[in-house]
């Protein structure tokens, strides 16, 4: 008997890491489906794609630059669990 791995979707926002292809894999890898991401994606889309959690990939910039990217805010009002890594983990101090 084979799993849906559709039942859980998570959503990866793409900061543009070198690894958010890799991280897309793993967790693909544990049963669970994944789709990644604009960061920009609009807050509809986001919520339209109603994801079980949400995964914020690093990248290259500095949150201490002006105009850095950040995490939509519509991320942290969907009440599901977010997971940031490197970058992502810094745009949603």
Sequence with gaps: MSQDIHSQRILILDFGSQYTQLIARRVREIGVFSE????????????????????????????????????????????????????GMQTMA
């Design 36 to 87: 990644i991401r604009a960061f920009d994606m609009s807050d509809d889309e986001i919520r339209d794609y109603k994801p079980d959690g949400i995964i914020l990939s690093g990248g290259p910039e500095s949150v201490t630059e002006e105009g850095s990217p950040r995490a939509p805010g519509v991320v942290f009002d969907l009440g599901v669990p977010v997971l940031g890594i490197c970058y």
